[in-house]
T-cell receptor, first 113, second 114 residues
Framework: GDSVTQMEGPVTLSEEAFLTINCTYT??????LFWYVQYPGEGLQLLLK?????DKGSNKGFEATYRKETTSFHLEKGSVQVSDSAVYFC????????????FGTGTRLLVSP | DVKVTQSSRYLVKRTGEKVFLECVQD?????MFWYRQDPGLGLRLIYF???????EKGDIPEGYSVSREKKERFSLILESASTNQTSMYLC?????????????FGPGTRLTVT
């Protein structure tokens, strides 16, 4: 079945450092890909998404590019802030049928001043 | 803005109790979902609902049931709570399954079963 693998955390960075969180997927067909973020004490919220190969999703300085050839959707940000500390989830959904989300295990990001 | 609310942020129940977790969305969404979130396991789908009175099992339905009598409300029921159901429970809703719409999540209910 479909699955998502993302890097183990926590990822610990200093403010203004460059961020990469790796995400790879296994799926039949051509899924849509998502990054969700969960701030402390809150539910998940959509950070960005891409629906087809070579699409780049972006939001709040974060970017991720849908790479079909490497089945990857890595999350990047050029300069992280303390307020970016959160848990980041990579997810996919098939583009047919009910389009359920399949999540990775989450990566905790800790940014220190 | 879409709002998904859950009845409790924290809940403590005893083994064997019947537990109700309530979720309400205010945007006339067709689809609703219940997940549990556990460290190292991410989010796992318990049940989902296409529309009013319609429900489908997700990946881990054992020990749970659901009810959707009104479009805006989706209830998760633990028939006889057990300690292995201690977890964070997240509800989500989505406009429809057609067209790549995102899911909107509630703040979660942290359930402890003692």
């Amino acid at each position: 079945g479909d699955s998502v693998t993302q890097m183990e955390g926590p990822v610990t960075l200093s403010e203004e450092a460059f961020l990469t969180i790796n995400c790879t997927y296994t799926a039949t067909g051509y899924p849509s890909l998502f990054w969700y973020v969960q701030y402390p004490g809150e539910g998940l919220q959509l950070l960005l998404k891409a629906t087809k190969a070579d699409d780049k999703g972006s939001n709040k300085g974060f970017e991720a590019t849908y790479r079909k050839e490497t089945t990857s959707f890595h999350l990047e940000k050029g300069s992280v802030q303390v307020s970016d500390s959160a848990v980041y989830f990579c997810a996919l959904s098939a583009n047919t049928g009910f389009q359920k989300l399949v999540f990775g295990t989450g990566t905790r990001l800790l940014v220190s001043p | 803005d879409v709002k998904v609310t859950q009845s409790s942020r924290y809940l403590v129940k005893r083994t064997g109790e019947k537990v109700f977790l309530e979720c309400v969305q205010d945007m006339d969404h067709e689809n609703m979902f219940w997940y549990r979130q556990d460290p190292g396991l991410g989010l796992r789908l318990i049940y989902f609902s296409y529309d009013v009175k319609m429900k489908e099992k997700g990946d881990i339905p054992e020990g749970y049931s659901v009810s959707r009598e009104k479009k805006e409300r989706f209830s998760l029921i633990l028939e006889s709570a057990s300690t292995n159901q201690t977890s964070m429970y997240l509800c989500a809703s989505r406009l429809t399954s057609r067209g790549g719409y995102e899911q909107y999540f509630g703040p979660g209910t942290r359930l402890t079963v003692t």
